[in-house]
């Protein structure tokens, strides 16, 4: 077996599924064979992490670590987590781990750099938007990131609960006017800073896909680079 | 954790991921937290099912086996493999197997049988084919089983290996016209005998659903069955 890739998925489970899609789209790879080995654990149970974050429920803290240990177990030296809210517990997640992780946040903020970007947009979670996951990140390379007012906030989050729920329609019926409104303000690009926000945009990321960052797709093209990469930087063969 | 579902995937990867979709779209389910817990181990270097059928090249035996150990070792209850031709092997599997396993094999018949038809056609694999995993079962329900002539099923097991090279247009070219005659010949529906086949013909699918029994679907809709059902009947718990 190659190297493994680890998904600690489940939050929610779509995105999951999309970040598994998006490991095979990116892969060169013209038989089975060719694909980038990879074991996925969606056990969704993990405590809602905005609601943690906001209200101080109960933290997803354990159970994320318990899911990365079957991952780890079951042979995995780099670990992924399609869930930019759950990016808060990310150094705490990393003390824990023996194997390489790399976070969707760095991946994000990586391209939006590249890119030349000084003035971008963030839909998120309210909970990524109020613990400044990317703000802080972002400030630091001295890059502009507006975010939606209150009400309109409220309402991405709303379309984020609604796509989870299974309601994919007032999903999009409730994000499309806010993002309108924010690539109007004269943001250069919106960060998709929530991995259900590319399921929900799918359609306008077809057709208009310079003017988003989805950070599921960032992180996705980094880990296709630590599978190709010659040298191994894995904790566990340090 | 409730009851963990495990998908020993990877043949090919595009439809490991498939089957996952499916499994989080047939969940009755309003939150993360709503969705079945799953495994799955997609790793894509099992040697090719239909070439070792064939021609007796390398067996992909030792490699299911192995992955299936990591999924019950990781807590898995419940085994399923979205790869028909991999079912050659289901009984050998279940030998080494502590837990519960489903058949796709046993899942479309079913739904074959419980739909009443009697004369059905079959697109999979040549290996699936002359190994006659399905006909075989069909055959003693009495239900007529038609394949294509031999020209036309080279022509299947070609658009099969471009979808899994990532050419998923030639596949389709390849594939729409067989599948028309096979219509054409008076088959009531059409078997997707092989877990690349949904993904080639998903627009057909998407307008003329009543043409085709997914054996991925069916497959996806026992296991939701299996872990909605109030008894526990998997061997690790007899």
């Known amino acids: 077996m190659n190297r493994l890739v680890g998904i600690l998925g489940g939050m929610g489970p779509g995105a999951t599924v999309d970040a598994m899609q998006k490991l095979i789209k990116n892969t060169p790879a013209y038989r089975d064979q060719d694909h980038i080995p990879m074991i996925a654990v969606s056990i969704p149970d993990i405590p809602d992490r905005t609601q943690c974050i906001l209200d101080h429920s109960a ?12 991952l780890e177990n079951a042979g995995a030296e780099c670990i992924i987590i399609p869930c930019n809210t759950a990016h808060y517990w990310f150094n705490e997640l990393k003390l824990h781990s023996r194997v390489d992780m790399i976070s969707i946040i760095d991946a994000a903020c ?25 703000q802080r990140h972002l400030a630091e390379s001295g890059i502009d990131c507006h975010i939606p007012p209150a009400a309109e906030q409220s309402a991405v989050m709303e379309s984020i609960y609604a796509y989870k729920s299974g309601d994919a329609e007032k999903a999009h ?7 309108d409104r924010l690539l ?50 894995n904790k566990a063969a340090a």
């Open 59 to 70: 933290s997803p803290l354990e159970k994320m670590i318990q899911y990365m240990k079957i």
């Open 110 to 134: 990586q391209v939006i750099r590249d890119k030349k970007i000084a003035n971008v947009g963030l839909l998120a979670t309210t909970a990524t938007i109020k613990a400044q996951i990317y």
């Open 173 to 179: 019926s409730l994000l499309t006017p806010i993002k």
């Open 184 to 233: 109007r303000s004269g943001v250069e690009k919106i960060i998709l800073g929530c991995t259900e926000l590319p399921l929900i945009l799918q359609q306008e990321i077809k057709h208009a896909p310079e003017n988003y960052i989805d950070a599921t797709e960032a992180l996705i093209k980094k880990t296709v680079e630590w599978y190709f990469a010659p040298i191994r930087g």
